[in-house]
């Protein structure tokens, strides 16, 4: 019989094994959700040269871009939401120095189910009539059945793949709370994609937790490679249930985003000035000042 083994690494570890180079993909939604913690440890060991993948994206593919890990960047959207528009992204695209593909929130899905299932691509009529055809790795194809004009869209096949859940074992089996935002339903698919899974949780549980609510595990331990258990590793996201969004934090951000030199100095100060993500979350009051603040705490179930 095969001996079952811990899949619980520190943030660092789980970052390291990232090379530079990667095709990432990454979950979460806008200002919800996203691995923030992992992002943040990638900034601090300076990955360089990644592409990076998500179906809308915000702070997460701004900050990567902002701090030049990027070369390159797929999603329907890149925004911080209710904080404005994102700078590092816009300067980054404006200047030339990222190549930037647009695509819809229903390619990216498309996108990432076909690299869950093994299949070359996707199809789609979304891109038909529209300036996403000018994407030269989208290519239309005539239907064998129908004669029906489509799009085939090379399935996104990431190297790595980062998320953000509720809660895991030590084992891999990673659940999401039974109240939650649907759309990261997204998240399932971005992890199964990814030939090697790496998952921050807000808690980890017993086995016997998992056994007891097996239809909350919507990711059994076969599809992950990686479980780092970071409480608050989706701030300034939310998380669903579990907390608010930190607009505070959000708008500071902003602030800072004004200029690459301004940015820079958010980074010293909130990034390369924190060797870890507890000095991280130290540097914001700790854990209970932003239960407090974000208005909800953390819990099971």
């Not at 040269?49 to 960047?73: H, N, Q, R």
């Not at 074992?169 to 698919?189: A, F, H, K, S």
Request: proline share 4%; charged share 25%.
């Amino acid at each position: 019989m095969q001996q079952r083994r811990s899949k619980l690494k520190s943030l660092h570890d789980a970052v390291s094994a990232i090379p530079d180079g990667a095709k990432l993909a990454i979950g979460g939604s806008l200002i919800r959700k996203c691995p923030m913690a992992l992002v943040r440890e990638i900034v601090r060991q300076k990955k360089r040269d990644l592409t990076i993948y998500a179906w809308s994206a915000g702070m997460d593919f701004d900050m990567l871009i902002g701090a030049g890990c990027v070369k390159e960047a797929w999603s329907s959207y890149v925004g911080l939401f209710t904080a404005g528009m994102a700078k590092n992204f816009r300067r980054a695209v404006e200047q030339k120095k990222i190549r930037f593909v647009d695509i819809s929130e229903s390619c990216a899905m498309d996108k990432f189910r076909a690299g869950t299932f093994g299949l070359p691509y996707a199809i789609s009529r979304v891109p038909l009539h529209s300036d996403l055809l000018k994407n030269p790795e989208f290519k239309e194809v005539v239907c064998p059945f129908t004669g029906e004009k489509l799009v085939a869209m090379e399935a996104f096949k990431p190297d790595v793949s980062i998320i953000h859940a509720h809660r895991a074992d030590t084992y891999g089996n990673v659940q999401l709370d039974t109240i939650r935002m649907m759309d990261n339903e997204t998240d399932i698919y971005i992890a199964r994609c990814g030939k090697h899974t790496i998952v921050s949780v807000e808690e980890l549980v017993p086995e016997e937790e998992i056994i007891r609510t097996p239809t909350q595990t919507m990711l059994p331990k076969l599809f992950i490679q990686t479980v780092c258990n970071v409480p608050h590793g989706a701030h300034p996201n939310s998380c669903d249930t579990r907390y608010d969004f930190d607009q505070a934090h959000a708008d500071y951000y902003q602030e800072c985003s004004a200029t690459a030199e301004d940015f820079a100095r958010y980074l010293d100060e909130f990034i390369y000035g924190t060797k870890n993500e507890d000095e991280y979350i130290e540097k914001l009051g700790g854990h209970e000042l932003l239960e407090k603040r974000l208005g909800h705490p953390r819990r099971a179930g």
